[in-house]
C-alpha cells in the first residue's frame, strides 16, 4: 500500500504522460491486482472459525481493488491518460490515511513494471 502512495504521488507530479508514467500506471494497477486476489486467502482463517460477519465486512471493505484494477488495467493497456488520470483520483481518497514520508525507502519499485504487464498480458490464454 504504501508503495502505491508512492507511485500515486510520482504518477500525480509527472508533467507530461511518458514511459514512466506507464510503468507507474502498471504498478498501481498490477498492486491492487494482487491485493483483491489476496483478500479470499486473507479470510479463511476467520471462515474455518465461523466467523462469517467478519469476512464478509473484509470482502466488502476490499471488493473495490478488483474493480479498479480492471479498470485501470484496461486504461494502461490502451494508454488511455485520461482514463488512468481518473482511476488514480478515485484511487487516492482511498489511500489518504497511509503515510509514507516524502523522502522514503521504498526506492522505485515500478521500473519496468510496463514491461512485466505486457509480457504477462502476452502470456495470458484468450478469454
Do not use: C
Amino acid at each position: 500500500m504504501k508503495a502505491m502512495v508512492v507511485a500515486l504521488r510520482e504518477l500525480a507530479a509527472q508533467k507530461a504522460p511518458d514511459e514512466e508514467s506507464l510503468d507507474l500506471a502498471a504498478f498501481i494497477a498490477v498492486a491492487l491486482q494482487h491485493i483483491s486476489s489476496g483478500i479470499d486467502p486473507s479470510v479463511a482463517a476467520w471462515e474455518k472459525r465461523g466467523y462469517w460477519v467478519k469476512a464478509d465486512r473484509f470482502r466488502l471493505d476490499w471488493a473495490w481493488t478488483e474493480s479498479l484494477a480492471k479498470r485501470m488495467m484496461a486504461s494502461v493497456l490502451a494508454r488511455d491518460w485520461a482514463g488512468i488520470a481518473r482511476f488514480a483520483a478515485e484511487l487516492a481518497p482511498r489511500l489518504a490515511s497511509i503515510n509514507v514520508p516524502v523522502r522514503n525507502r521504498l526506492g522505485r519499485p515500478w521500473a519496468g513494471a510496463y514491461q512485466r504487464l505486457l509480457a504477462a498480458e502476452s502470456n495470458r490464454p484468450p478469454h
